[in-house]
């Protein structure tokens, strides 16, 4: 079962548990992601485009929200997405991600990415965000998350 299923399953967390720190001192979650910024995902400033750093946290999102549904998967919405720091070619990016909470065919996802730059093997925060996913069955139809349930 994934760590995290039972509690979160119909769990709603009030605001002050939810709220994301600007800089988190740790990655919270399980790693989903781990990849090599590269020249070719560089926008005109030189750093990374933004959008490859959203399609790599909604990637791992993923990974997670298929684990926990035993499903395919579609991303339904994305929120408190906050870029905090620019992102260079050559970075290691992982992206961490942790179950937040389950209804009945969707799952909250929390996404941090970290990097690690250089020789510096220090981590550092460079984003987050709380994706939802919805469990969709071959017709692309919404079905309820298998798991446990809430004791
Ligand atoms: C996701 C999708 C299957 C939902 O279909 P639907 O007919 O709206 O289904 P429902 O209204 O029953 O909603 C299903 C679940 O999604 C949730 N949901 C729907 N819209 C949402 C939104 N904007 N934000 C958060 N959750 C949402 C509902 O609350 C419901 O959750 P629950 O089952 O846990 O209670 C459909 O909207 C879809 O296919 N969207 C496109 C997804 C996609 O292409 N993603 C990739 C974009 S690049």
Redesign the pocket.
Known sequence: MIPGLASARGLVLSPSMTAEPSSPVDPRGEVVIRTIAMPADANANGDIFGGWLFSQMDLGGAVLARSVSHSRV????VEAMNFVTPVNVGDIVTCYARLEQI????MKIAIEAWVKRGTDQAEHHVTHGRF?Y?A?DAA???HPVKGEPAA
Do not use: D, L, N, Q
Not at 74 to 77: E, G, L, M, Y
Not at 103 to 106: A, C, H, T, V
């Open positions: 579609v991303t339904v919405s209804g009945r065919s969707s939802t919805v969709i692309g139809k919404p």
